[in-house]
């Protein structure tokens, strides 16, 4: 079991998920609101920016929801990834908020 730090809605949510769960539907599972859309790679409303931690980007995925040039920068998606760490991350939505304080 991974911990992940999730920075929301100008909160921060720390929760546990497993590998073989994405960080969108264990944070569902424990009622922490994550930005929640199709849950199948196409809308891009899950999209976070990994701050630290590694993990597992599925290759199915909408260019449209999240383009080659975000994946190389750090940027994911919580419904179409498993951790393989502790993961430190934020909403793309927060993340643009914030990008230029300390988090
Ligand atoms: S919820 Fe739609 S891309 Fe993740």
Same mark, same amino acid.
């Given at each position: 079991m991974?911990?992940? !730090?999730?920075?929301?809605?100008?909160?921060l949510?720390?929760?546990?998920?497993?590998?073989?769960?994405?960080?969108?539907?264990?944070?569902?599972?424990?009622?922490?609101?994550?930005?929640?859309?199709? !849950?199948?790679?196409?809308?891009?409303?899950?999209? =976070?920016?990994?701050?630290?931690?590694?993990?597992?980007?599925?290759? =199915?995925?909408?260019?449209?929801?999240?383009?080659?040039?975000?994946?190389?920068?750090?940027?994911?998606?919580?419904?179409?990834?498993?951790?393989?760490?502790?993961?430190?991350? =934020?909403?793309?939505?927060?993340?643009? !908020?914030?990008? !230029?304080?300390?988090?």
């Amino acid at each position: 079991m991974y911990k992940v !730090k999730l920075h929301a809605r100008g909160q921060l949510f720390e929760y546990s998920c497993s590998s073989t769960v994405t960080p969108l539907q264990a944070a569902r599972n424990q009622f922490i609101p994550i930005p929640t859309g199709c !849950k199948q790679g196409g809308c891009g409303m899950c999209k =976070i920016k990994v701050l630290e931690g590694e993990y597992s980007q599925e290759v =199915i995925r909408s260019h449209e929801a999240l383009s080659d040039a975000e994946l190389e920068n750090g940027y994911a998606l919580a419904c179409c990834m498993v951790p393989k760490s502790d993961l430190h991350i =934020i909403t793309a939505e927060d993340y643009a !908020k914030t990008e !230029k304080v300390e988090i």
